[in-house]
């Protein structure tokens, strides 16, 4: 697959999470426009007000918990969907 023929396609959210007082939300999201199966994860840091896209990364499943434990220890929250 070329890079112009990529689309992102968002799938389930996976794990939202917020820190008191931070001017954004953290998500983690299927990636289906990578595979069909959910393997690539996108974790994207959304300013709550605007909805913009502030940064994103994208990562493997099983990855998450490498990137969700120092989020965690840094005082984000996950809240439940």
Excluded at 16 to 21: D, I, T
Excluded at 30 to 37: A, H, I, K, P, S
């Amino acid at each position: 697959m070329k890079n112009s023929d990529y689309k992102q396609i968002d799938g389930k959210i996976l794990h939202r999470l917020e820190k008191p007082k931070s001017r954004t939300y953290i998500i983690f999201i299927e990636d289906l426009g990578m595979d069909d199966e959910g393997w690539f994860i996108s974790v994207k840091w959304i300013y709550t007000k605007t909805g913009e896209i502030k940064r994103e990364s994208c990562i493997i499943r099983k990855s998450i918990s490498d990137w969700l434990n120092p989020l965690l220890r840094d005082g984000w929250k996950e809240i439940q969907l």
